[in-house]
Structures are given as C-alpha cells and as structure tokens.
C-alpha cells in the first residue's frame, strides 16, 4: 500500500493484487474518500481510510472485471456508499447502484467525479476524472483502458468481438491521451502483469505515470487504427480459464467473503482425496514438496502467483483441501482465493502432521546439471511448459513445449519410460507441472533455475516454434 499526493487537496492510496497484476485506490480529500476497483478484501480499504481520517462515500467500477470477483458490492453494502457502475450492463444488484453515462457527474466533498466512456476492453467501460476544488488537472482512473506503455485486452468476450473493440479501444485510449491535460495523472487498474493486458506493459516507477508520459509511448498513439487493431486481435497472450467465471458472478454481486473455520482432515479422509483425484494443493516450496510428498497433490506454492495459477489449474466448480506449514499460510491462501471467487475449501492438513505422511519424492537439478546430462549422451527429455510467446523468442533445440495449462490434456504424449526434465522461466511454473507428472506415475526432475542460465550452461537456443 503507498499513498501519493496527486495536487495540493487530493491523494490516492494505492492497493496491490499480488499476483494478478491488478490495483485498486482509494482517492480521498482529507475528509472523505472514493474507492476504485476494490478487491474482496474490505479490511484493506477500512484500515486505510480510518488511518486517513476520512470517511468512503462512493465505490466506483470502471467496468464489469474479468479477471477477479469484485468486493465493490460488498464494501459499498457494508458502509451504505454508493456504488457507481457503467451503465449498460446487465446487473442482477441494478437497484443497489448508480449507473453513470458519457459525462455524467457525481459530488463527494471537494472531489468532483466526471465519467468518460472509455470501451474497448470491455464494451461498456468508463473512467473517472477526478478533480478537487482548485481546478488543478487532478487524475484519471483508466481501468483496463490506458496502461503503462499498454492498453487492456479486447478479446475476453470471444473472438467474434476482439476487432470491434479493439477499434473501440483505439479511440478511447486516443480520447484521453489528447483531450486531457499532459500533466494528469493516470491510475490504472491493469497491467503490472495482469493477463488482462494485451501485451506486457511497463513498469510503473516511483513517479506519477502522465498523460503526456502515455502520449509519447502508448501504441495507441503510436499506431494507425489498422495497425493496432492488428496487434490486439493476433496473437493474444493465452486466457486463464477461471476467467470465464468472473464477468457473470461479478453482474451476480458478491457479498464480502466469508472465511469460516474449515475443518483438519485425518489420514483417511486425506488418503481417500488423493485416491479419488479430488483437488488437494500442496503450499509448500518446490524443494520441499519434491523431497517428500504425497502422491497426487499439485504443488503450487503460496506466493505471488498462486493466485492466478490456482484458478488456472485448479477445477473452478471443485472444492479444495489444502496442505501448508501453518494455519496462518491456509488463513493467506483463502485471502488470496477468495479475489476470485474460490472460497468453498474442503479442508486442511499441515505439513508437519503425521497425517501429512510423505512418500514421494523426485529430484531437482539446474541448466548446468541438465548440460553436463546432455554432454554424457543421455539425450534427456525437456519439458518447457512456459506460455507459447515466451517459446518462440527462445527456447533448447529439440525440448518439447506444452504451455503449463495444457499439460492435463497432452500427458499421454509424454514418456513414461525415461525422466522428464521440466522447466519454465524461474521454477514456479515448473514445479506445478513436476508434481502432475508426479500424480501419473512419470518420472519428473524439476529444474529449478533461471532459464537465462541455459545459455551460460553451455545449452543451444533457438527461436522460433521448433518442435511444439
């Protein structure tokens, strides 16, 4: 959480989704404050407006997410705010908000809210222009439209529509960029890594990100409307799957989460889990979980990107059970789950309980070791189970690529009579996928290792897509 002072009457306090490259802010005048894009994680925006001293009187939405469960209803419900949504949508909660249109505006102290209709990342999309009363340029709160050297995706809808909002997006972007002040600050909602971007956008630094920033080097300036919709609608970065979720149980409204006790499991309940394939998620680090472990977990560790992968991975209808060190670890999972809707757990075990009884095990190695098995004649099997974008800008001659989320599908192409040497960019994503192919009785070794150390390791690169 940081907080910046926008001009001499406003700040914005900026909250981080870890790992699903999303913020959310709340923007206040020293008296009262409007939250934006709010995660289901209340606590958050209550802590910080009552540190700030001031009370929240609006949640607004810039559209409907994809990509997460949002807490606006919630919040709004738990503090009689009003909740502002672009209108247009479809809501099952439409007498619990405020729709607002092209230019509509709202009050809340010395802050005044001006609605921009921005479509393109979703069809109906806005950003707020927020000013106080000394008619400073104030800042834009941009959602998924403007980004930091990006703009948000156009094809979570279908491909039917990626073009026609890729068009919308275009001239959007283009709105703000040209009819607002160069030195307006802009708070977007995506980017930082989120899946909803088009592309990897840049990183924010310590300085307010501008208008004028953005006119220099958004594509959406840069490019004619051709050329851009061209770069959107070919070649998008893979979805998540839980996204397919979020819109409508977001139209639906969700109430704050609730985090009940969630029961500890016994050796036979756990053991008929595993038997019967039911999701059981190991949180403990890779090295870890590949010394010791029961067969059938998926390892995903608490972390950043355990969020996104879960989601990925995991059966969104499924109910899951948990193995972790702590109950503190299981309390900051169900957190991290609930920002998208995964609340329904069917229990836990810790680690270090005899109920947890390890068995399993495979071993982990680096580039350097998988060189040196390479150089003796092995010809050992590599796995590359990172995204097809990052494959084709490089990748070891004669590896074979199936992206992580595809792995489920494609095991009967794997080899069950030779070691599986498995890799990604870092170890996060690799390690995943050694545990499935742990659960089917292959014979992974995890590498665990930067991938920009294959070069030095002696390892041949190549680009292109070679043999996917």
């Not at 958050?44 to 949640?59: D, F, K, S, W």
């Not at 619990?96 to 921005?118: F, H, K, N, P, R």
């Amino acid at each position: 959480m940081t907080e910046r002072l926008i001009d001499s009457q406003i700040s914005a306090i900026t909250f981080e989704a870890a790992g699903l490259g999303d913020r959310s802010y709340l923007v206040h005048d020293g008296e009262v404050g409007i939250v934006v894009d709010p995660q289901r994680e209340p606590e958050r925006y209550l802590a910080a407006a009552e540190e700030a001293g001031v009370r929240i009187t609006h949640v607004l939405e810039t559209h409907i997410h994809n990509d997460y469960t949002s807490g606006g209803l919630g919040l709004s419900r738990m503090l009689g705010a009003t909740y502002v949504l672009p209108e247009g949508e479809n809501l099952e909660f439409s007498s619990e908000c405020t729709t607002l249109g092209d230019g509509e505006e709202l009050q809340s102290g010395s802050l005044s809210i001006a609605a921009l209709a921005t479509p393109g990342h979703t069809p109906h999309h806005l950003s707020y222009l927020l000013r106080s009363e000394t008619g400073d340029a104030g800042f834009v709160c941009t959602g998924g439209s403007v980004l930091p050297g990006g703009v948000g995706r156009t094809d979570l809808l279908g491909a039917d529509r990626t073009r026609e909002l890729a068009e919308a997006q275009w001239h959007s972007a283009r709105r703000l960029l040209t009819e607002l002040d160069d030195s307006t600050t802009l708070l977007p909602t995506h980017g930082f890594g989120s899946f909803c971007s088009a592309a990897p956008t840049i990183a924010m630094s310590a300085e307010a990100l501008t208008v004028a920033i953005e006119h220099a080097r958004n594509p959406a300036m840069r490019a004619a409307l051709d050329e851009f919709v061209e770069l959107l609608a070919s070649d998008p970065p893979p979805i998540p799957t839980y996204y397919r979720y979020m819109g409508s149980l977001n139209r639906s409204g969700l109430s704050a989460p609730k985090l009940e006790t969630v029961t500890r499991l016994d050796r036979r309940e756990l053991e008929h889990l595993l038997q019967t394939g039911r999701a059981v998620t190991d949180l403990r680090s890779r090295r870890s979980f590949a010394e010791a472990h029961r067969r059938g977990a998926l390892n995903i560790e608490l972390g950043a990107n355990l969020t996104t992968y879960f989601g990925w991975i995991v059966p969104f209808e499924a109910p899951y059970t948990l193995i972790a060190n702590s109950l503190e670890e299981i309390d900051e999972t169900r957190r991290m789950l609930a920002r998208i809707g995964r609340e329904h757990v069917f229990g836990y075990v810790l680690a270090d309980d005899p109920e947890a009884e390890n068995a399993d095990h495979y071993p982990v190695a680096s580039f350097a070791e998988l060189a040196i098995a390479s150089d003796l004649g092995d010809s050992p099997y590599v796995l590359d189970v990172r995204h097809r974008s990052e494959w084709r800008q490089g990748h070891l001659v004669g590896a074979t690529h199936i992206a992580l989320p595809d792995l489920a599908y494609l095991r009967g192409a794997l080899p069950a009579d030779q070691q599986v040497w498995v890799h990604c960019a870092a170890g996060y994503r690799a390690a995943i996928a050694a545990s499935q192919l742990s659960s089917w009785d292959l014979q992974p070794v995890l590498i665990d290792d930067g991938f920009e150390h294959a070069v030095a390791a002696g390892l041949a690169i190549e680009t292109g897509e070679g043999n996917r």
